[in-house]
Structures are given as C-alpha cells and as structure tokens.
C-alpha cells in the first residue's frame, strides 16, 4: 500500500505561483509515475503534470505548459508542483496520484492510479 499526503495549496493573485508538494510512502517500488491531476467544480479530473521517478521524463497537460514545472527528490520520495502566472481558470483541487507507468498518454488516464492523496484546494482570485 501507498499513502501519499500534499500540501501548498491555498489562495493566490492572478499572475502568482504557487508550489504543491506531494510525499509518498509505504510500498512505492512498482509504481513509479507520480503527479498531479486537478478537478474544477462541474468538469471532469484531468492530468496536469506528471514525472517517472525511473528516469525522471516529465509530461505535461497543453494548457500548463510553460507555466507549471514538475519535479522530484527520489530521496524524499516526493514530487512538486511549481505553478507559475496563475489564473483565474486555475482554480482546482489538485490531486496526487502515484501509479505504474507513465510512457505515452497512460498517465493522462486517471483510472490508471490506485494510490491518490486526499487533494489540495488551489484558488486563484
């Protein structure tokens, strides 16, 4: 089993950033895809940004990118979010989810994941 737990949500300006952090633990060695979904009220939860921690290749939602950056610290075990030029249409719980693969469009699926924290509120206003 793996727990993930985040944190650095909360509320911001247009045009601020923000930074979300997610920490895994527990039995995390067969799944190596880890990132970010986000749901806004009444729409559909979508991927935003997610890395595999075997060889840290990143993959990115159209809408964020050049905004947002991915990261990781293998020895935390954890990911982050740095959210640049926020927007208004940014506003979302943002979820950690943590799964096998990434390769491709297999992270965009959010069936794919067993393992999700209990999300984070970004507010942009």
């Known amino acids: 089993h793996v727990q993930l737990v985040e944190s650095g949500g909360g509320s911001v300006q247009p045009g601020g950033s923000l930074r979300l952090s997610c920490g895994a633990s527990?039995?995390?060695?067969?799944?190596?895809?880890m990132g970010w979904f986000r749901q806004a009220p009444g729409k559909e939860r979508e991927g935003v940004a997610f890395?595999?921690?075997?060889?840290?290749?990143?993959y990115y939602a159209d809408s964020v990118k050049g905004r947002f950056t991915i990261s990781q610290d293998k020895g935390k075990n954890t990911v982050y979010l740095q959210m640049d030029g926020l927007e208004p249409e940014n506003t979302a719980m943002f979820y950690c989810?943590?799964?096998?693969?990434?390769?491709?469009?297999?992270?965009?699926?959010?069936?794919?994941?067993?393992?999700w924290g209990q999300g984070t509120q970004v507010t942009v206003s």
């Open positions: 527990g039995h995390t060695y067969s799944s190596n895809c």
């Open positions: 989810a943590r799964g096998p693969l990434c390769a491709g469009t297999y992270w965009r699926d959010r069936g794919k994941y067993a393992y």
């Open positions: 890395v595999y921690f075997g060889g840290g290749s990143t």
